[in-house]
């Protein structure tokens, strides 16, 4: 009898909404979980639920906002829970401004997080699945990464550049055996309605809720390693917000 395969992911924003919902998931299928958030107190409440389902979980405190950190940090999480085969690019912020009254340190911050420390996850983790031949990176874009919304302008920049960095990462990694998938929610019933970044008045009984979209996260990982699902476009029943 062959023994299962053991699978490491490393989930980004995994405090609350999507990543914490993802993680749980992952942790009942019996993947291995590296946390990453701010809040490591919170991360480690998540960590301990995971590890009833009987899988290793580490909680990691980082900021992802200061970009020029991330790869090192990255890499030292990956050396030191071990190999990471599943890289969950989850963390990220909403914003609401019409672009005409958008600072430019709030533009900034926005790419940042959004786009520039995904591409910062990613190369952290890049070298040890080329090594192996093989690993699966999902990036939570948005249905903002396929269309534009008013007043939503920076953010919609930030996940369509999420869209093409997905979809240029693909192209580039995959003679390497590694998948890439662009998730794109319509709207999720997360804490990020309530941040204050967000200014928007939505009957949220109506969004997705977290653990549909980890549901699709899972599928998206658990494909045999043949397959791939490139861009996955998942909405609520009523359409988009």
Known sequence: MTSPIERRALITGASSGIGKATALAFAKAGIHVALVSRSHDT?????????ASGVEANAYALDLAKVE?????????????????????????????PLVSTPLTEWQQV???????????VQGVLPGMRERASGTIVNVVSIA???????WGAYCVSKFGLMALS??????????GIRVTAICPGAVNTPLWDTETV????DRATMLTPEIVAESILHVVMLPQQ???EELTLMPHGGAF
């Open 145 to 151: 990464g396929q269309q534009v919304f008013p007043n």
């Open 199 to 202: 200014q928007a008045d939505f």
């Open 111 to 121: 790419l940042d997080l959004n786009l520039t420390s995904v591409f910062q996850c």
């Open 69 to 97: 950190q991330v790869h090192e940090q990255i890499d030292t999480i990956a050396a030191a829970f071990g190999p990471i085969d599943i890289l969950v690019n989850n963390a990220g912020m909403g914003y609401t401004s």
């Open 227 to 229: 397959a791939v699902i």
């Open 43 to 51: 991360l480690e409440t998540i960590a301990q639920q995971a590890r």
């Open 167 to 176: 979809k240029a990462l693909a192209a580039e990694e995959r003679a390497y």
